[in-house]
């Protein structure tokens, strides 16, 4: 059978071999856990709690600012301990929630409660996906009640699942389709029932034969969910990638895919809805790889949203080796760290901890113009030429040669010769346009 997939990407090192036979394990909190209220795209949530206060696990305790924001759940049971800015993996100082464990997991009223899907309306259903907490937890972070709410549900012919996992190391969505693949099905279910015309797909990069196998055996009676092996080529997850390999439909940055018929949705966010909708169990915790060269014992740990990264690193056996670089998230995408004393938040899939023989960067020099950098843009962009354009701050001509439409996903940075900046230039040119259109 011809693995379906998309025009461009790159083939890096996937480095998954040294976590992906590491069954998810539960890790418990220490004393201190601490909630941004920025772990979404989006405005910032609004905390509705106070120092010296006692809250429950499962209470909300930041509200989402706008529609395009999510709730902030704690994730265990304690005393506030402060509202105030802390240290996140993004390198910013951003306003959290900081609560005091007790240890006793007291649950909120209601949590756990056990509900029957099919008798709730799609309203309703939206909403308690929305109140849980739930956001892209492929690191996208965008909320998913939004992402289920397109303008006519019946225009929708394609529930597309994302388990192609392709950023190198991460193997969260890979244990979670083995260990809990009645669940990523329930997850589909419920998103099913918003979409009469919607068939679903499940694609999966073929360099996860177990879990094409499992689901596809599960899927056998499944009249309306097929599983889609995918060519193992990164980006091949992009939302707009998967699109193209699965439904052969393109879109754009001025589109959102329920614009062409389609809702794409990560594996973890499948099952986070069907542990909210079913299992009336809110956003508290998420499946972190900790993984990399430098890790002692590379693992799959079940975390609850709060916990210090350090303490994730200590879970694995600390580090063999000094790292040259720790990441949160992947190498093509994911976010270096200057300091552990972090807080896992929802979109943290992923501690990488590698070498200076993985992780060194060659000085960039001159663009030599071997033009590999277009040859594996799944955009079909001229990356050197929209790179060297926001370097030198012509964002009018920055936008002509569709600057706006890069996916920042890394690839032109990855394969050129020259070890230019080019996605880091990129990147500032889009947020300098998008700041401009902003302002006017």
């Known amino acids: 059978m011809k693995l379906k997939s998309f025009r461009g990407g790159i083939h890096p090192f996937d480095g998954k071999a040294l976590s992906m036979d590491s069954s998810i394990t539960a890790l418990k909190p220490k004393d201190e856990l601490v909630f941004p209220v920025l772990q979404h795209i989006g405005a910032f949530a609004n905390p509705i709690v106070a120092a010296g206060e006692h809250v429950l696990a499962g209470q909300i305790i930041a509200k989402a600012g706008s529609l395009i924001s999510s709730d902030i759940i704690s994730s265990v049971s ?179 895919p329920f614009d062409v018929g389609c809702i794409v949705i990560n594996v973890a966010s499948c099952i986070a809805v069907y542990d909210a909708v079913c299992l009336s169990t809110p956003l508290m915790k998420r499946i972190v790889t900790v993984t990399g060269d430098c890790v002692s014992k590379p693992s799959n740990f079940e975390a609850f949203i709060g916990t210090s990264v350090s303490e994730l690193i200590d879970a694995a056996g600390g580090f063999s080796a000094t790292p040259e670089k720790i990441i949160a998230g992947g190498p093509m995408m994911g976010s270096a760290l200057f300091s552990t004393d972090v807080p896992v938040i929802k979109t943290t899939s992923s501690i990488l901890a590698l070498s200076s023989k993985e992780a060194a960067r060659i000085e960039g020099t001159e663009c030599i113009r071997c033009g590999r950098c277009s040859e594996v843009c799944p955009e079909r962009l001229a990356p050197a030429r929209i790179a060297k354009l926001a370097e030198k701050k012509r964002f009018d001509m920055f936008e002509e040669y569709r600057g706006m439409e890069c996916i920042e996903c890394g690839c032109c940075s990855y394969i050129c010769p020259a070890k230019r900046l080019l996605t880091e230039n990129i990147r500032f040119g889009k947020r300098s346009v998008s700041a401009k259109r902003a302002k006017a």
């Open 78 to 256: 304690g005393t506030v301990k402060a509202v105030e800015t802390r240290l996140t993996s993004s390198g910013d100082k951003i306003m959290s929630v900081v609560i005091s464990n007790d240890g006793n997991d007291t649950l909120a009223e209601g949590i756990g409660k056990q509900r029957d899907y099919s008798k709730l309306s799609k309203d309703e259903i939206r909403n308690i996906i929305k109140e849980s907490g739930i956001v892209g937890l492929g690191g996208a972070g965008f909320p998913t009640s939004v992402k289920l709410t397109p303008k006519d549900d019946n225009s929708i012919d394609y529930l597309i699942i994302n388990g192609a996992e392709c950023e190198p190391y991460i193997t969260s969505d890979y244990r979670m389709m083995l260990e809990r693949p009645e669940k990523l099905i329930g997850g589909i279910r419920i998103a099913l029932s918003l979409f009469p015309n919607a068939k679903c797909v499940i694609g999966i990069e073929d360099n996860k034969p177990k879990a094409i196998e499992l689901l596809s055996e599960l899927c056998l009676s499944e009249e309306k969910i097929e599983v889609c092996p995918l060519k193992a080529k990164y980006p091949q997850g992009g939302e707009r990638c998967l699109i193209r390999a699965i439904a052969n439909r393109d879109i754009d940055s001025k589109k959102l």
